[in-house]
């Protein structure tokens, strides 16, 4: 079939793409080459990149159509997409034809990418890893459709203001955006509040939801998926003439502005009951406009609902999409008549899990006040699940009251509250953790009574990062090297060829030529001396990540060279990057407080050339990609236990970085692959930990018996780093959550190894190449194939 009807195809010539650039500025963008702006040359080449893009996309939808497979639906509240343009160049196969028709335009291409803003429609790991799913689910060939919300302003844009985090508003799409195709035509309607009648749910507000999706090109294929993201809008009869003609210009548009106010921006303040309602009204509008889209679509080529699961999974990205699970419920009983036990077994089949934490206070929970006002049948709806999940626990552990309380979908004190990954697991075939260990301690811990009635529902799937984004676009010099050392790029696609690079750590040309790439990463990110070790902590802030843990490293190091100048030995240049949550007031504390430090630091002549301390402002997915390559260090440091897998670790060990860290998350799959001689482990372990908690942990005795971190936590007590952050030190003598002066000697004790380590450049370079060569089993690719292998079960459509 000629889908383009016609339409002459797009070239791939130098001529042709500039004449469709020119084309594009002229009758797309309206304007001419004599009077473009910087900003006319970007959007421009933006459209004339996605145009090819859109071809493929057409191919696509025909083959998914034709074929009617099983469709692969990520639900996710974020995205991270990070900035597209290089990437779409990459997946287009446009990038060598880009710089020569932007000159004829007069602009040069760095600042055209300059202007490339990234979507800020994600916070950290779990939404950067719904973004990399996405890469590596259409680079396989998988038919799927990423769910979420076009938030106005994405996650705030963090800056300094005397070392403080401020957060100002992330306006990412006040210029538009032009990757984003509107299709309005497939709105749907949500409703909230309102009452249950004797015909049902009779909902009180009704919100539209509007989509347009962004293109999710498969690298090295011709598959072009996508990610389809609902805004809210009021219906169109909401603006109010007559009090707008009253002079009342603010009640003219209340209802739309509320209506709007729900895909505003990306997880609103909830430290109000308001902004906790809205939050739970994201989640619904979320889940109720996509299961209605997901259903419209299994309609085009199928009549049977009992064909629904074979024809659809529906994955839930932690428990921000559950709602689904009563929402698809709904929608079969009450809309499509199915008997309630029908339903079920539908539903229990079509949706599965993912759970990122192990905190407990990170589960999520709602009122059940709220949730039942806010959406009545939903609520009687979990009810019922409650009480059959209840029966069965019942049935299979007489007696066990208190398994029972435990299991509940509603816990009961201090406050009645819906628990949502309890519903998560009881509505999914299939629940996992994203890390080996992470996956054990859930059905050890936090799921071990759900583990102990359905054993085999609980999975473990590895996260994995995008080597085209992370490594391939982020560090382009070191990209080549392995190509020419591997005599190929297909390590792109197949990413476990990288353990061909292992012979050539042996070798001093390729070593030598390492060392060069990597330095001019670091000269690239113009950080001062390219000598130094770039030690670098960029995620986000959180206790339980310990980056008060690599502070109190910092403070020792600048003590001893202020005692000892002569004999500190290596340089460093230790890198934070990160974001503090608005309301975390004790992560705010310990930014300011690394900021106060920094410049204690910076103005101390003594640390010239020997210690630096850097924070750049507003850590995104644009900054990792220009830190990752240039780093030396990758501190993984949190408390074992505590961090589900982390991703941030694999991106820099595939870049060549050398890790110190815990037995935590990844790290230990990490080190397993790299080998325990090029990892620098430290610290307590997860029982170890656990145990030192449940005892009588008192973090004073190591204060008392270390002289080094004593003068640590006396200087910040003394008010050295300008009186800020006497309220950290405080926090660790006194409660010290996360055992961090615990595993302080641990710590500073390996960082000595670190220093004496980089002090034999070639054996540390070998240890970098090692690095690289062995994890290449932490592709989102290798993520995907395990997700089809042991969950979705979903086979690829390729376009003939
Ligand atoms: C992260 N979770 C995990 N949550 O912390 C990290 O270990 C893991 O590698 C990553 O997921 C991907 O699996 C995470 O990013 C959030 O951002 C929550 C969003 C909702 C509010 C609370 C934090």
């Known amino acids: 079939m000629d889908l383009r009807n016609g339409l002459r195809p797009l070239g791939t010539t130098p001529d042709e793409f500039q004449r469709d650039l020119l084309s594009n500025l002229y009758y797309r963008r309206g304007t001419t080459v004599e009077s473009a702006s910087a900003q006319d040359a ?18 696509t939808a025909a083959a998914h159509y034709e074929s009617n497979p099983r469709w692969v639906y990520y639900l996710s509240a974020e995205y991270l997409l990070g900035p597209q343009l290089e990437q779409n160049l990459l997946y287009s196969g446009t990038t060598e034809l880009a710089p020569a028709a932007l000159k004829t335009l007069g602009f040069s291409p760095e600042e055209v990418a300059a202007l490339d803003v990234e979507p800020g429609l994600g916070n950290g790991g779990l939404g950067r890893l719904a973004a990399c799913l996405l890469d590596s689910l259409a680079t396989l060939d998988i038919p799927a459709v990423g769910y979420g919300i076009r938030y106005d302003l994405g996650i705030f844009k963090q800056e300094f203001d005397n070392g403080e985090q401020v957060e100002r508003p992330d306006d990412w799409a006040f210029q538009g955006d032009p990757w984003e195709f509107p299709a309005p035509d497939d709105w749907q309607m949500v409703g909230f509040y309102g009452f249950l009648g004797p015909e049902g749910w009779v909902p009180g507000e009704v919100v539209h939801g509007e989509p347009s999706h962004l293109l999710i090109p498969g690298y090295g294929t011709e598959t072009v998926n996508i990610v389809r993201l609902w805004r809210a809008r ?56 996509s299961l209605r889209d997901i259903v419209r679509r299994f309609r085009f080529r199928n009549a049977d609902w009992d064909d629904f699961p074979a024809k659809t999974v529906i994955q839930l990205n932690d428990t921000h999409p559950t709602l689904a699970i009563p929402e698809l419920m709904r929608l079969l009983v009450d809309e499509e008549k199915l008997e ?11 949706f599965a899990y993912t759970c990122h934490t192990l905190l407990p206070e990170a589960l999520e929970t709602w009122p059940v006040d709220m949730l039942g006002r806010l959406l009545p049948r939903h609520l009687e709806i979990i009810y019922l699940i409650n009480e059959a999940l209840l029966a069965e626990v019942r049935s299979r552990f007489p007696g066990d009251l208190d398994r029972v309380r435990r299991m509940s979908l509603i816990q009961e004190e201090p406050q009645r509250r819906v628990r949502m990954a309890n519903l998560a697991v009881t509505g999914t075939f299939a629940v996992n953790g994203v890390a080996e260990l992470h996956s054990q301690l859930l059905t050890s811990t936090t799921f071990a009574d759900f583990a102990a009635l359905w054993p085999d529902r609980f999975t473990n799937v590895t996260n994995g990062v995008s080597p085209r984004r992370f490594v391939r676009l982020a560090n382009p010099g070191l990209s080549t090297l392995i190509t020419s050392g591997l005599g190929s790029d297909a390590w792109l696609r197949d990413l476990s060829l990288l353990s061909g690079l292992a012979p050539l750590a042996d070798d001093p040309a390729f070593r030598e030529q390492w060392r060069t790439e990597r330095r001019h990463a670091k000269e690239a990110l113009g950080l001062g001396d390219p000598g130094a070790m770039l030690d670098v902590m960029i995620k986000r802030f959180h206790e339980y990540k310990r980056q008060q843990l690599k502070l109190l490293h910092v403070i020792t190091l600048y003590h001893r060279l202020r005692d000892n100048p002569e004999r500190f030995g290596v340089p460093r240049t230790v890198l934070f990057g990160g974001k503090a949550a608005p309301a975390y007031y004790a992560a705010k504390s310990i930014i300011r ?55 941030g670790n694999m991106k820099l060990a595939l870049n060549g970085a050398l890790t110190i860290g815990t037995l935590d998350g990844a790290n230990v799959e990490i080190r397993d692959r790299v080998g325990a001689g090029n990892f620098f482990l430290f610290g307590l372990d997860t029982p170890a930990a656990a145990a030192l908690r449940a005892s009588d942990y008192r973090p004073r005795t190591y204060y008392d018996s270390d002289d080094e971190l004593r003068a640590a936590l006396d200087a910040i007590l003394s008010g050295a780093f300008g009186g800020v952050g006497q309220e950290v030190a405080h926090s660790l003598l006194d409660r010290d959550e996360y055992l961090t002066l615990a595993d302080y000697r641990s710590y500073v004790d390996k960082q000595d190894e670190v220093a004496a380590a980089w002090e034999d450049q070639e054996h540390w370079t070998r240890m970098s190449i090692l690095n690289t060569a062995n994890s290449g089993f932490f592709s989102a690719d290798r993520t995907v194939a395990d997700y089809l292998s042991r969950i979705w079960h979903a086979s690829p459509v390729r376009l003939s």
């Open 234 to 289: 009021a219906a169109r009869a909401s603006f109010d003439l007559r009090r707008f003609s009253a002079g009342q210009y603010a009640e003219a548009v209340e209802e739309a502005v509320r209506a709007e106010n729900i895909s505003k921006v990306l997880y609103p303040d909830d430290s109000t009951d308001m902004g906790r309602e809205l939050r739970l009204k994201q989640q619904y509008f979320l889940v109720s406009c």
């Open 593 to 647: 407080l690394i900021n106060a430090v920094a410049a204690a630091i910076e103005a101390d002549p003594k640390a010239y050339g020997l210690l630096r301390v850097v924070f750049p402002p507003n850590y995104n997915v644009t900054l990792a990609e220009k830190i990752i390559p240039a780093a030396d260090l990758s501190e993984q440091i949190s408390m074992a236990g505590k961090e589900a897998s982390g991703t």
């Open 340 to 350: 309630w036990e029908h339903a079920w077994s539908l539903v229990r089949r079509t």
């Open 42 to 59: 970007y959007e421009t080449l933006a459209l004339t990149v996605r145009d090819r893009l859109a071809e493929r996309r057409a191919r």
